[in-house]
């Protein structure tokens, strides 16, 4: 699967809280606990698409786990 790039308003949405998933992958959900400290502090759109970033490069190195498969294929079917 290629990924969206990390302007794709769905990776957006998951930082900022607006879409909940249960992923499989740990890596994910720790990330997104600290991230929602992060958008408490700051939603500022250069943050939020920071994030997304960050997010999505989380995702891209490690596509190959299938936990990673998985929870893709629930984001973006």
Known sequence: M???PATDHKWQ???TG????????????????RVGMDIARDSSPANVQNLSNEL????EKN????????????IFG
């Not at 607006?18 to 606990?33: G, M, N, P, S, T």
């Not at 999505?56 to 995702?59: V, Y």
């Not at 596509?63 to 629930?74: C, E, F, T």
């Open 2 to 4: 290629n990924l969206p």
């Open 13 to 15: 949405d998951i930082v």
């Open 18 to 33: 607006k879409a909940k998933y249960q992923f499989e992958f740990l890596a994910a959900k720790i990330f997104l606990a």
């Open 56 to 59: 999505r490069d989380l995702f």
């Open 63 to 74: 596509a190959q786990l299938g936990s990673v498969k998985k929870d893709l294929q629930k």
